[in-house]
């Protein structure tokens, strides 16, 4: 949808739409550059405080992914006014300025609409050095492909909207969504990988089908190594798939290459939409043991080998 906005001729931009990557950065001296995203969602919980945090972990992670240090965010929100009562919105706000002070980040204001569809999110703002910009492109034949988050958010988000009894993978899929990637974007710039994106709304195999833009790479995924949340199988078995991941399977039918004993359930779990997912990492294979030690030091309770890049065209194959 992106390719009909003009690509910008200012030098100066140095990232812009032309990738998909997750920010965009505009260099302001040879040593520092400005990174901006904005990223805002409808409910995937009830619970206000929670959402707001999920919000916001979600945001800030376009800036993590980028080798940034985020600065500060704005609040972007809209919320029906007349329907809810202000209260719901204070607490989603006040989830999100606290998930943003776990980072360091400070929320300095933002926009409010009426609007009969709840929605939050951030405008986040951060710098890194115009020669440290990790970007969603750039891997390279031998990386291997680590992710830091478990997999199936919009399943079990699904399964809450249709009354499936979720109750667990509620609790731990909240406390996935909420967690920042701080910790794992400190191990990713600590070690040196070749390419990093985080896991949203395209699901893991759109996202690994963006790092492979404009390349002579092929991805190889190994799908009994995909980390899932617990129980999804089971719920996505019973239906519970998000409408978005159908219409990611369908956008990568020319791209993947299946193994057989891949099943249709397989192949939508692998691109389920996810909200505040992982992040995935190209790493050369002679750091790969350094940066899954870095991960563990920061608390990055995931930190699974999932595949390999290798010479190619930009198709992903998936093997069981």
Same mark, same amino acid.
């Given at each position: 949808?992106?390719?009909?906005?003009?690509?910008?001729?200012?030098?100066?931009?140095?990232?812009?739409?032309?990738?998909?990557?997750?920010a %965009?950065?505009?260099?302001? =001296? $040879?040593?520092? @550059?400005?990174?901006?995203? +904005?990223?805002?969602?409808?409910?995937?919980?009830?619970?206000?405080?929670?959402?707001?945090?999920?919000?916001?972990?979600?945001?800030l992670?376009?800036?993590?992914? *980028?080798?940034?240090?985020?600065?500060? @965010?704005?609040?972007?929100?809209?919320?029906?006014?007349?329907?809810?009562?202000?209260?719901?919105?204070?607490?989603?706000?006040? !989830?999100? +300025?606290?998930?943003?002070?776990?980072?360091? #980040?400070?929320?300095?204001?933002?926009?409010?609409?009426?609007?009969?569809?709840?929605?939050?999110?951030?405008?986040?703002?951060? *710098?890194?050095?115009?020669?440290?910009?990790?970007?969603? #492109?750039g891997?390279?034949?031998? $990386?291997?492909?680590?992710?830091?988050?478990?997999?199936?958010?919009?399943? #079990?988000?699904?399964?809450?909207?249709? !009354?499936?009894?979720?109750?667990?993978?509620r609790?731990?899929?909240?406390?996935?969504?909420?967690?920042?990637?701080?910790?794992?974007?400190?191990?990713?710039? @600590?070690?040196?990988?070749?390419?990093?994106?985080?896991?949203?709304?395209?699901?893991?195999?759109?996202?690994?089908?963006?790092?492979?833009?404009?390349?002579?790479?092929?991805?190889?995924?190994?799908?009994?190594? +995909?980390?899932?949340?617990?129980?999804?199988?089971?719920?996505?078995?019973?239906?519970?798939?998000? !409408?978005?991941?159908?219409?990611?399977l369908?956008?990568?039918? =020319?791209?993947?290459?299946?193994?057989?004993?891949?099943t249709?359930?397989?192949?939508? #779990?692998?691109?389920?939409a996810?909200t505040?997912?992982?992040?995935?990492? %190209?790493?050369?294979?002679?750091?790969?043991?350094?940066?899954?030690?870095?991960?563990?030091?920061?608390?990055?309770?995931?930190?699974?080998?999932? !595949?390999?890049?290798?010479?190619?065209?930009?198709?992903?194959?998936v093997?069981?």
């Amino acid at each position: 949808m992106l390719r009909h906005i003009p690509q910008s001729i200012d030098p100066r931009a140095l990232v812009g739409v032309g990738t998909r990557d997750d920010a %965009a950065v505009y260099k302001l =001296t $040879d040593e520092l @550059a400005v990174v901006a995203t +904005v990223d805002y969602i409808t409910p995937v919980v009830d619970d206000p405080y929670a959402f707001g945090q999920i919000a916001a972990a979600n945001a800030l992670s376009d800036v993590f992914a *980028m080798g940034a240090e985020a600065l500060f @965010a704005l609040n972007v929100a809209n919320f029906p006014r007349e329907a809810l009562p202000l209260e719901q919105l204070g607490e989603i706000i006040r !989830g999100g +300025v606290d998930k943003a002070a776990e980072a360091g #980040v400070a929320v300095l204001g933002g926009h409010t609409v009426d609007d009969p569809e709840i929605k939050y999110g951030m405008s986040a703002i951060g *710098m890194v050095h115009p020669d440290r910009i990790i970007r969603n #492109v750039g891997g390279q034949a031998g $990386d291997k492909l680590v992710l830091t988050k478990p997999i199936c958010t919009g399943v #079990v988000t699904t399964a809450i909207k249709v !009354g499936a009894e979720a109750g667990e993978q509620r609790e731990v899929a909240v406390r996935s969504m909420s967690m920042l990637n701080l910790g794992a974007a400190r191990a990713m710039l @600590a070690v040196g990988v070749h390419a990093a994106t985080d896991v949203t709304g395209f699901g893991l195999l759109g996202h690994l089908s963006e790092m492979l833009t404009a390349s002579s790479i092929d991805a190889m995924l190994w799908a009994d190594q +995909v980390p899932l949340l617990p129980g999804v199988q089971s719920l996505a078995d019973d239906g519970a798939i998000p !409408g978005g991941s159908r219409r990611n399977l369908d956008a990568l039918g =020319t791209v993947i290459d299946w193994d057989s004993d891949v099943t249709e359930l397989d192949r939508l #779990v692998l691109c389920d939409a996810q909200t505040s997912g992982g992040m995935l990492m %190209a790493v050369p294979s002679r750091l790969l043991d350094a940066l899954l030690h870095e991960l563990q030091q920061e608390g990055v309770i995931v930190a699974a080998v999932i !595949g390999e890049l290798q010479g190619g065209a930009g198709r992903i194959h998936v093997h069981r």
